[in-house]
Every structure is written in C-alpha cells, then in structure tokens.
C-alpha cells in the first residue's frame, strides 16, 4: 500500500520541486573550473546525467554505475558527493540477491499484485548549504557524517569497507561516532534493519542572484520494497541528523515502480489484467 503523502522529517517544500528533475551539471566540474575545489573538496569524479539504463528495472540497476551499488573491483573507486565524503560506502550491492530481495524488490507480500518483482522510487531534492560546510573544520565534519573524510572509513577504525562500531566510547566515555551523526542514525543497526537502495545524483543551479551562494545539492534517489522503509529513517534524520545545518529537503516524490517485462508482454500488463 502507497501511505498518504506526508511531509516527513525537515521537508520544506519548494513549489518549483515537485515533480523536480535533476539538473545536468555537477556542481564540482564548475568549482573545479572556478579553481574553487579545496583540498580534501576531491570531488571530480564524474556525476550526474551520466547513467546507462535499459528500460527494464532489474536490468537497469544491475548496468547503472551508481556509487556503491555494484562490486567494483579497487574499493578506493566511492564516488564523493559535494560535502567531499565519500558517498555509497554502506549501500546495498546489487548483486546482494538477499538484500534486493529483503528491501528493494516488492515481493509476494505485497497487496497490489501488479507491483510484484518491481519497486519503489523516493526522490528528493536536498540542495546545501555548501559554504557553510566549507567553513566548518575538518573533526566536526568527520562527526557530522560519522566517517573519515579522506579514507570513507568509519571514526572507530578501519579501512573504508570496515563496519561502523556504533557501541564504542573514547576514554572520556563518548560515543566514537557521535549520537547525532549521520551514518549512525541512518544505519540499519539503528533502524530495526531498515535498509534503502540509494542512488542519488549530485546536482547544480549555479549561483544564487540574490545571495551569491552556490545553488547544488543532492537529488536524492533511493528504491525501496516499502516506502515506509524512507519514512522511518528520515523521521529519524528530520528530527536529530547534525547533517540538518547544512542540508534543507526542497522537493520530495514517491513513485510506484512496475516490474519489467518479458519478450511478448506489455508495459502495464499486469496492472491492467
Ligand atoms: C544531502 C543529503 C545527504 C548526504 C550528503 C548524505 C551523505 C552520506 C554519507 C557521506 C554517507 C556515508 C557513506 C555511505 O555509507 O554511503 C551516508 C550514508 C547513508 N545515508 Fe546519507 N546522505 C544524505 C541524505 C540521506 C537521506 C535523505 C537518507 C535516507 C532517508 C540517507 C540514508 C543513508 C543511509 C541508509 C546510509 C548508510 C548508513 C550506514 O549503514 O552506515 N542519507 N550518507
């Protein structure tokens, strides 16, 4: 069942975002040929507009590259969103059969048959406050996300692919990865196994007129047997994420997706017999 649309957690809606569309250019190539990257920016890995699809979902999210959504062979390969971090580390792989199954696919469970085998699309459009985060120093950064900004691994150790220990205090007694941090309070450990199949874009708008700031963010994308899956990790990110000062969610979307179809078969097929 598709719940009624509600605004959940940090939603403040912008008009012109409903329904939005990512736009084409990444906000780093522009900083990069502004001579504005700085140096843990490193953002220059190519994103936005550049994906492959073959009009059938199963096929089209094995083909895709999206970050952390396929066994890549140098693990050091994460793409890094704008804020710099590496972006996709602990996403579901799509060669994780059980995982798809458990979290992405619709199953027999669902109550609307037509939907079977395929899934559920949130967008949303989450521009940042990207001078702020500039500003900010590295160690606090680092305890927004939770994680390395150089390596991607977690603050309590390790290599990137390394699991967060989300229970581990210093010696003072304080929580390594911060309450408040953000891989914390999205991680299926926090989360009852809630899981999300991410697969968002970075995007641009240039500058603001009127404030001079650079317009970019994030468009948001993630598949989902349940959207209900979203809206109990962004109740929880809405409410306590320390990523909220520098992050506002503008435009927001849920969309049913029907599974592909076979040689002879109809787009809607099963939606209609
Ligand atoms: C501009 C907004 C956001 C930024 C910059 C951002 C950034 C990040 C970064 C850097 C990571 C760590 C690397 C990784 O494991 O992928 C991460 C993890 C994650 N994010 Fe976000 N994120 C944003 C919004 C969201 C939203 C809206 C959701 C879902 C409601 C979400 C869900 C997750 C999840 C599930 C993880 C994995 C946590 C874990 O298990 O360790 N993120 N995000």
Redesign the pocket.
Same mark, same amino acid.
């Given at each position: 069942m598709i719940p009624p649309r509600t605004a959940v957690g940090q939603l403040r809606t912008d008009l012109r975002w409903i329904g939005s569309r990512p736009a084409a250019t990444p906000l780093h190539i522009q900083l990069d040929e502004a001579g504005l990257t700085t140096p843990t920016g490193g953002a220059r890995d190519g994103r936005g507009g550049h994906r492959r699809g073959d009009g059938h979902l199963h096929g089209a999210l094995d083909a895709w590259a999206f970050p952390?959504s396929e066994e890549r062979p140098r693990p050091e390969s994460t793409p890094r969103?704008l804020?710099g971090?590496?972006?996709?580390?602990?996403?579901i792989k799509a060669q994780q059969t059980d995982l798809m199954n458990d979290y992405v696919w619709v199953g027999k469970e669902a109550d609307q048959p037509w939907m079977r085998n395929g899934s559920y699309l949130v967008a949303?459009r989450?521009p940042?406050f990207i001078e702020n985060w500039d500003r900010d120093y590295l160690g606090d950064q680092q305890n927004v996300?939770g994680?390395a900004k150089a390596s991607?691994a977690p603050l309590t150790g390790g290599t990137e692919f390394t699991d967060?220990k989300f229970t581990a205090k210093d010696d003072q007694g304080h929580l390594v990865i911060p309450a408040n941090a953000?891989?914390r309070l /999205?991680?299926?450990?926090e989360n009852g196994g809630t899981?999300?199949l991410?697969r968002g874009y970075s995007y641009t708008d240039g500058i603001d007129p009127v404030r001079g700031t650079l317009l970019g963010?994030?468009f948001?994308i /993630?598949f989902m047997k349940d959207p209900r899956q979203?809206i109990t990790?962004?109740q929880k990110?809405g409410t306590n994420d320390a990523?909220n000062e520098y992050?506002q969610?503008t435009g927001s979307a849920l969309f049913a997706v029907p599974p592909g179809i076979s040689r002879g078969q109809h787009w809607g097929d099963a939606l209609f017999s």
């Open positions: 952390g969103n804020l971090f590496k972006d996709g580390t602990r996403n949303r989450i940042m996300i994680r991607g967060p953000h891989v /999205a991680s299926h450990e899981r999300l991410r963010g994030l948001f /993630a979203f990790l962004q990110l990523l992050i969610h």
